[in-house]
Each structure stands twice: as C-alpha cells, then as structure tokens.
C-alpha cells in the first residue's frame, strides 16, 4: 500500500455525518429564515444569519453537548428571536426544526453516494435524531443502507462509543467493525483540495478525510 492510500479490500461498509457533508445545511437554514425576517420587517444579511446560528448552535452544544442537534433547532430560534427582538413563538420554533426534512442535499452527493453504494454499504452517523435523519436520507434518494442517530445511542459525536468501540456496529448496525471504515467527510464536495488519504475503491481514487 502506498504512503497516504486506504486499503478498501476489506471495507464492506462506509459511514458518513449527514448534515453540513451531504446536506446542505446552511442553505436550508437561510431558506427558512429569510422570509421570516423579512415578514417582521428585519434586514439581516445571509453571513450574519449564519454567524448567529453558529454562535447560538456552540453555545447550546456547550450546555447541552448530549442533545440531538434536530432538538437544537427550536432553541437556537428562541436564542435568534430574542437577538432580532422577533414576535417568536412556540410554532415558529417548531415549524424551524421541522424544516430540516426539506434542506437541500448538495448537488452531487445523492450521485456520488450511488456510485459509492454500488461497493460498500453506506451508513449515516450523525447527532441528528432518528426521524430527521429518515426524512434527510429520503431527500438523498434513500441511499443510506442504515443510520446511527444519537437519540437511538445515547451519545453525540464526537463521544468515542459513536464508533471507535466498534459496539454501535456490532449491535446496532450488525456489520463487522474491521470491515468498517467510519466517518468518511467532506470528500464529495471538496476532494480535489483537501490533503486526505486516497481512497482505491476500483472506480478511481477518491479523497477522504477519516476523523
């Protein structure tokens, strides 16, 4: 093996974070919040949207590090009503955490994750919860084999026991955990610039970021 390559002789099964590596989440969320800033007459532009969500998503995964991220949501809408002085209320809280089954998928990931499932089965780990998690794997055209949500585990990545203990694969997914190669980022969208191992998977070599 080449300095740099992954062996994928062994691999049967390949997992992926979902959200912000094959959705799109930054533009799901703009495409919720515009309308509703704008119906309460507010101007906030699309980089200060996002830099509250991020400051408000940090500081609730700092309190809170064992919530889901899909419960996140509505709390994070409470933290930007009160930072915009928003009308906020409890249906608008929920109607932003149900958006997440409408977020887009980048452009190429429902190909790219064809093309991978035609040799590994594919695997989603993320901290979004179960139902978000099926409602995100149908906007990919269902290509996820199985998932690994962390209201069904009990941790949030990047809590070790999401993998490194091989128990979740075992247990929950029933794949052997040698034949596993766990979290695979970024590479779909970005593999032409990241420096990231090569993977061999006999239809070119692509890049992936294991963390």
């Known amino acids: 093996m080449n300095q740099g390559t992954v062996d994928t002789s062994a691999i049967t099964t390949l997992t992926f974070d979902v959200v912000g590596t094959v959705i799109d989440f930054e533009t799901g969320i703009l495409e919720w919040w515009r309308p509703h800033l704008e119906g309460q007459g507010i101007r906030v532009d699309d980089a200060g949207i996002l830099a509250a969500f991020a400051e408000a998503?940090?500081?609730?995964?700092?309190?809170?590090?064992?919530?889901?991220?899909?419960?996140?949501?509505?709390?994070?809408?409470?933290?930007?009503?009160?930072?915009?002085?928003?009308?906020?209320?409890?249906?608008?809280?929920?109607?932003?955490?149900?958006?997440?089954?409408?977020?887009?998928?980048?452009?190429?990931?429902?190909?790219?994750?064809?093309?991978?499932?035609?040799?590994?089965?594919?695997?989603?780990?993320?901290?979004?919860?179960?139902?978000?998690?099926?409602?995100?794997?149908?906007t990919v055209g269902n290509v996820f084999d199985d998932q690994v949500t962390c209201d069904e585990v009990g941790v949030n990545k990047p809590d070790q026991r999401c993998g490194t203990t091989g128990t979740l694969i075992k247990n929950r997914c029933r794949y052997l955990y040698k034949n596993c190669l766990f979290r695979c980022l970024k590479w779909i969208h970005w593999f032409h610039s990241i420096k990231a191992p090569r993977l061999n998977t006999g239809f070119g070599l692509l890049a992936v970021h294991q963390a």
């Not at 149900?98 to 998928?105: L, V």
């Not at 190429?108 to 994750?113: K, N």
């Open 57 to 138: 998503e940090d500081r609730l995964q700092r309190q809170r590090p064992d919530l889901p991220f899909t419960d996140m949501l509505p709390l994070i809408y409470r933290d930007l009503a009160e930072t915009w002085a928003l009308n906020g209320d409890e249906e608008a809280a929920g109607d932003f955490q149900s958006s997440i089954a409408h977020w887009p998928a980048f452009p190429d990931s429902e190909e790219a994750l064809r093309t991978l499932g035609q040799h590994f089965r594919l695997v989603a780990m993320t901290n979004a919860d179960a139902w978000a998690t099926r409602a995100m794997n149908r």
